[in-house]
């Protein structure tokens, strides 16, 4: 297999703007490896740790969602409950997200219940009240919204491929936000 050459800095162009021939030839070594090249360096395992622990989270908030959704009762219970199980189902996909990114990483997507609840940033809610759930379901999306930036702050350049995904999953959480905020003011 060839390896790409960089090509030299050419008059007034910038030395930091080649290409890492090293790197290049050290990703042509350790094909079981998939996407994950030696340039992930020690940060790899730290990624996936960060991700397991936003997986327990999406998992967390998909039961209480569901509960929530079950539970709901009073005169707009059913138009909540009914965004609840939206916001379950949202969840649920950045879930599959976070787990198919850590597989991708070359890790083992975290699913154990009984660490569910310790590993998450949010908590499982069991309110009875309408007005309960929809405050739960507002911090706890505030937490999200916190973890995620958080997050992202923290790979900054280590992994563009999960930043970027993070960073949808970030918007979508937001706007779970700014629609929990409107029912609980109506």
């Known amino acids: 297999m060839k390896i790409a050459r960089a090509t030299p800095p050419s008059a007034g162009q910038p030395s930091d703007m080649v290409l890492d021939e090293a790197a290049l030839k050290a990703a042509s070594t350790n094909l079981d490896d998939g996407p994950v090249t030696p340039s992930y360096g020690p940060h790899r395992e730290a990624i996936i740790k960060l991700l397991n622990d936003a997986l327990a989270t999406e998992l967390v908030c998909v039961l209480r ?18 965004e609840f199980l939206v916001h379950a189902n949202e969840e649920a996909a950045h879930a599959d997200l976070l787990a198919e990114r850590i597989v991708q990483l070359g890790g083992d997507p975290d699913f154990s219940p009984s660490t569910l609840t310790s590993r998450s940033h949010a908590d499982y809610d069991e309110s009875k009240d309408l007005k309960a759930m929809l405050r739960a379901n507002l911090v706890a999306e505030r937490v999200a919204v916190e973890s995620y930036r958080q997050m992202i702050h923290l790979l900054a350049d280590k992994d563009p491929t999960t930043r970027r995904m993070l960073e949808g999953i970030l918007a979508q959480e937001e706007e779970h936000a700014d629609e929990l905020k409107d029912w609980l003011h109506r």
Request: aromatic share 12%; charged share 20%.
């Open 65 to 82: 969602y569901k509960r929530h959704h079950f539970t709901a009762d009073g005169l707009a219970s059913p138009a909540i409950a009914k």
